[in-house]
């Protein structure tokens, strides 16, 4: 059974530019979660996705948005990036609300913003 | 808002020690407990989970962790460590009805020795 995909692994992009994440979960899986990971604050929720629905959100700035497509595919963007955006992104996705936690986790994308 | 201590940052052991990492968490309410861990070069694990029931629970590779509700605590333990152990382990907690994403602590980074 194929694992949860995430593309790009690797990106670089410069301040006040804007970026998109992808995310393919499990097959079967309907629900899919972001997080940020960083090494001062280690990781971070950024939101949940159920149906095409956001459910739930962490505590970041608007400028970081998700979404979800009916085939559970998701991505997120965040835009006019700042130094601190420089992360790794990890993708998690589960058989579907409620979110009891167990998580399967893609191997990130990593975005350094110069 | 929840929030979850990890109490060693780093820990360096040799092969067929102890092992005892400790997790404390502040959440007044019923929780969902997890220990993830991420090998190197891997992505993100479920290494075990407490919902409910027997306060012991078991997982893989021989690890097991202990949930103390008047300590808010659920440490993680092994017996007897290997090499293969070394890699980066994360406590987690959600509320227990899964509404909100998991909360991670800042994760303990072990080094076993040959």
């Known amino acids: 059974k194929a694992g949860v995909t995430q593309t790009p692994r690797y990106l670089i992009k410069t301040r006040g530019q804007q970026v998109t994440l992808s995310c393919s979960p499990i097959?079967?899986?309907?629900?899919v979660s972001w997080y940020q990971q960083t090494p001062g604050q280690g990781l971070q929720f950024l939101f949940e996705?159920?149906?095409?629905?956001?459910?739930n959100k962490g505590n970041f700035p608007g400028r970081f948005s998700g979404r979800q497509f009916s085939n559970s595919r998701s991505e997120m963007n965040v835009s006019t990036l700042e130094l601190g955006d420089s992360a790794l992104y990890l993708c998690?996705?589960?058989?579907?609300?409620?979110?009891?936690?167990?998580?399967?986790f893609g191997e990130g994308s990593r975005l350094t913003v110069l | 808002a929840q929030s979850v201590s990890q109490h060693n940052h780093h820990v360096i052991l040799s092969e067929a020690a102890s092992l005892e990492l400790g997790c404390n968490y502040s959440y007044g309410g019923t929780v969902n407990l997890f220990w993830y861990v991420q090998y190197p070069g891997q992505h993100l694990q479920l290494l075990l989970k407490y919902f409910s029931g027997d306060p012991l629970v078991k997982g893989i590779k021989g690890f097991e962790a202990e949930f103390i509700k008047s300590k808010f605590s659920f440490n993680l333990r092994k017996p007897s460590v290997q090499w293969s152990d070394t890699a980066e382990y994360f406590c987690?907690?959600?509320?227990?009805?899964?509404?909100?994403?998991?909360?991670f602590g800042k994760g303990t980074h072990l080094i076993i020795q040959p």
């Open positions: 996705y159920f149906s095409e629905t956001q459910r």
């Open positions: 097959s079967g899986h309907r629900s």
């Open positions: 987690a907690v959600n509320d227990g009805g899964g509404a909100d994403g998991l909360t």
């Open positions: 998690a996705s589960f058989v579907g609300p409620p979110n009891t936690g167990e998580l399967f």
